[in-house]
């Protein structure tokens, strides 16, 4: 089974970060995906071949949330606001405000966290909830 201490050094390589500056906020991010797919499939712990797939939901919801912050914003594309995954990519609001709106984070949360594919095969039945 795997752990969070299996996925930040996946998604520090994806990101490109030098330094562990950002790793208490990334320990978040990891965190609440790692409850998601918990929830998701109702399972207790994750099998070892869902590694990468949480580690690209990780990075997707980093990207989505943190485009402002420097060493996210030069991995979306280099316009802060602008985030661009797959063949769909959504522009933020500009101006002083930066950042996207909600409506464009309802749109790439559909994109981004649709990983129902990938979570599907470890999916069980939850009885008595």
């Known amino acids: 089974m795997i752990s969070s ?3 930040w050094p996946i998604i520090k390589v994806r990101l490109g970060l030098v330094d562990e500056k ?3 906020l990334i320990d978040t991010y990891i965190a609440e995906i790692e409850r998601r797919i918990k929830h998701y499939c109702n399972i207790k712990s994750l099998p070892d071949d869902l590694l990468f797939v949480w580690a690209s ?3 997707d919801a980093i990207r989505v949330d943190l485009p402002n912050v420097d060493e996210i914003d030069d ?3 280099g316009q802060a606001g602008n985030v661009k ?5 959504v522009a933020g609001g ?3 405000g930066g950042g996207l709106t909600n409506t464009s984070k309802a749109v790439i949360d559909q ?3 649709d990983y129902r594919t990938d979570l ?3 999916r069980r039945m939850g009885w008595g909830r």
């Open 57 to 59: 939901m990780v990075t």
């Open 75 to 77: 991995t979306v594309g």
């Open 111 to 113: 994109v981004v966290f």
């Open 94 to 96: 500009g101006g002083s």
């Open 22 to 24: 950002l790793k208490p």
């Open 120 to 122: 599907h095969h470890y």
């Open 85 to 89: 995954v797959g063949d769909t990519s």
């Open 5 to 7: 201490s299996d996925v």
